[in-house]
């Protein structure tokens, strides 16, 4: 199907994304943050015969604005400015990795303009949302081949050296194999772009706003499913302690034999979850 075009005017510049099929609104959010938003493309087959599908980069990296800033925040108010874009009023909205993340600060400050939420294997709300025992995983799942380089760079960044694109990339490659259930058998990184200001600012603003996410979360009644990748190295505590914050809105999914990038793993199944969220909608 035919993919168009839209822009929507957010503070510091414009938000750039394309929307195509049929059916109810449905916004994607991809992860990073500030990586390029092109691997969803993936993902929009299965969604596009029965759902409006928009999905936009965000702020941080062409063709959007690579202006600031990249708090948490903002990044959730541009969501809904991308709303407004595209005419919706309410709308499904799906965010995968950092996009599940930001999908929990929509969830507290926007919930008016949700119908409904799938929170994609995500960097939880909860303690440190599972960023270390990912990391940790991701790691632990390293080629032995591929070590050395990986602790290099990622010592430098320890240290507070800002790596360059390139090697943020490199690094990003390197631990590739690991985000799937079947590390040996990974398909290549595909072509990927990184705005490090955007990244490194919005990772920040993460770590800042976590202690409080929680309280915000509660007593959230917008109908939520959290689907896990069961052999992911995000843990599954990021969905089901994120869960157990929103309260009875809030379920979770776990697909087994599946990493980190669910559609690629368990074709279907994102598609699958969300008919039945609209299913059990009151």
Known sequence: MGAETFEAEVPGGVLVGTVSGEGPPLLLLHGGPALGAEYLEELVPELEDGYRVA?????????STTSGPFDVATQAADVT??????GWDRAYVAGHSWGGHLMLHVLAAHPDRLLGSL???PLG???????AEFGAELTRRLAPEHRPRFEELDARETAGEV???????EALELVWPGYYADPEHAPAMPPTRMGVEAHLATW????????G????????????????GAESPMPLTASTDSAAALG?????????????????????????????????LP
């Open 213 to 228: 996410l929680p309280a915000r979360l509660a007593g959230c009644t917008v109908p939520t499913v959290f689907v896990h």
């Open 119 to 121: 929170v994609l294997d």
């Open 81 to 86: 400015l991308v709303l407004d874009a595209l």
């Open 204 to 211: 920040a603003s993460v770590n800042e706003e976590l202690p």
């Open 163 to 169: 790596l360059t694109e390139e090697e943020s990339l």
């Open 55 to 63: 999905r936009y980069q965000q702020r941080g990296l062409a063709p």
């Open 248 to 280: 009875a809105a809030a379920s979770v999914v776990v697909l087994d034999g599946t990493g980190h990038f669910l559609w690629h793993e368990s074709p279907g199944a994102v598609r699958r979850t969300l008919d039945d969220l609209q299913v059990t």
């Open 125 to 131: 709300g909860v303690g440190d949302g599972g960023a």
